[in-house]
């Protein structure tokens, strides 16, 4: 009987379960072993981390890390297809865990429900080959750029927007590719970043993008294919087009990566006042006295309301009788005059004006604004007020028939 040589390290299980994966030419036995003996970590079991667990998971990966501080809520599952309704309540990394280990149950499964901190971050991202984030906060991708490169990690980024969404490698070193601060080297004002969480995204484009990570992963761990560094793919979704433009190299007066790095033993803390979770950050531009509670306005005499919200949300739910603002036309408006002119009677008349949005960010934007549109009103600084914590304040603490969203 002629014997059957095996070069592999395969199990007959493993053959069967990725033959697909074996008989592709530029993959193939090899880069099925590498992929085995391999680690990767996703930040962020949201809309970008499902899909691409979910392909990690499946793809033959040695071990996952999973790495989220948040609680499953109905509101994810549109996008976030790794959970349930059955585990809604539960944390992240637990409903994306138990989904894993049900595609593949030998595949080794590390869960952190925790926040990341520059003083743990370093101490977990070591662990794994790769590091994918998945997050939907500025603030965190410079935490998790500054850990990958002190630790010498490559790092696969994605973010999502409305229908759009960009990924490229950072740090990675067999191309001297850049990392996040070489090319943006200073976090912007938190007032001046919006997440999808504040402005909305179409469930697929974060599948698509968040697949699209698991692939570089892949291409970066088994050595196949020409990794996404020094570039960025641009998705748009609506128009469905794709397109890819050149990032400008390492750069040599970069605080982390560069010739004399500021940046040396630990990631840099975040800027104070800024928060490096996923969780819609709560802006406080105005003062206390500029500022009324839910609860104080629903005891008020009548007030004139001005909704600075975008016109589609009107019609989740809105108050009666108020005056639709957007912010759009507040902030860029040409012709101050004609809007001057439509506010000027509602605002003499009524003894307090108040401003909502969806969750008390925009508003007190708008009226510091409008305090300088209409600064000739006579106590137009005592009138103007904005709903703290906009419509998802009047969902908690006076009527939750309002919808939430």
């Known amino acids: 009987m002629t014997n059957i040589v095996r070069n592999h390290s395969l199990s007959n299980a493993e053959v069967q379960r990725y033959s697909r994966q074996l008989i592709l030419s530029d993959f ?63 944390t992240k990394v637990e409903s994306a865990q138990l989904t894993c280990s049900q595609i593949n149950s030998s595949l080794k499964i590390d869960t952190y429900n925790l926040l990341l901190t520059s003083e743990n971050i370093l101490d977990i991202v070591k662990h794994y080959d790769v590091i994918l984030d998945c997050t939907d906060n500025v603030i965190t991708r410079y935490l998790i750029n500054d850990a990958c490169v002190l630790s010498h990690k ?36 938190a007032e001046t970043v919006s997440t999808c969480s504040d402005v909305g995204v ?87 006295r500029e500022r009324v509670t839910a609860i104080d306005l629903s005891h008020s005499s009548p007030s004139f309301i001005i909704d600075v919200r975008p016109e589609h949300e009107l019609e989740i739910g809105r108050f009666e009788d108020s005056f639709h603002l957007p912010m759009d036309r507040l902030l860029y408006n040409t012709n101050d005059e004609q809007l001057r002119t439509e506010l000027r009677s509602n605002i003499e008349n009524n003894h307090q004006i108040v401003i909502v949005c969806r969750r008390g960010n ?26 703290e914590g906009g419509f998802q304040a009047w969902h908690t603490d006076i009527d939750p028939t309002f919808p939430l969203y």
């Open 154 to 189: 490559p790092l696969i980024s994605a973010s999502v927007i409305r229908f759009e969404g960009q990924l490229t490698v950072w740090n990675y070193l067999e191309k001297n590719g850049p990392c996040y601060r070489c090319l943006y080297p200073q976090a912007p004002p």
């Open 28 to 90: 193939g036995v090899h880069a099925q072993e590498r992929l085995k003996d391999s680690s990767a970590l996703i930040i962020g079991c949201g809309g970008l981390g499902s899909p691409a667990a979910l392909y990690l998971a499946s793809s033959g990966l040695g071990r996952l890390g999973l790495v989220d501080h948040d609680e499953v809520d109905m509101s994810n599952l549109h996008r976030q297809i790794i959970h349930r309704e059955s585990t809604v309540g539960k």
């Open 202 to 288: 179409l469930g697929p484009v974060c599948g698509t993008l968040g697949s699209l990570q698991a692939l570089e992963a892949i291409k970066l761990l088994t050595k196949i294919g020409d990794v996404l560094c020094n570039r960025m793919l641009l998705v748009d979704g609506l128009s469905m087009s794709f397109r890819t433009i050149k990032l400008r190299h390492r750069q040599p007066t970069c605080a982390v990566c560069g010739t004399n790095p500021s940046i040396v033993d630990r990631p840099a803390p975040p800027p104070a006042g800024q928060c490096t979770n996923d969780q819609p950050c709560r802006k406080n531009v105005l003062s206390r």
């Open 362 to 387: 925009d508003s007190q934007i708008a009226v510091r604004r409008l305090k300088e549109l209409l600064s000739d009103i006579d106590n137009i600084d005592e009138k103007l007020k904005d709903l």
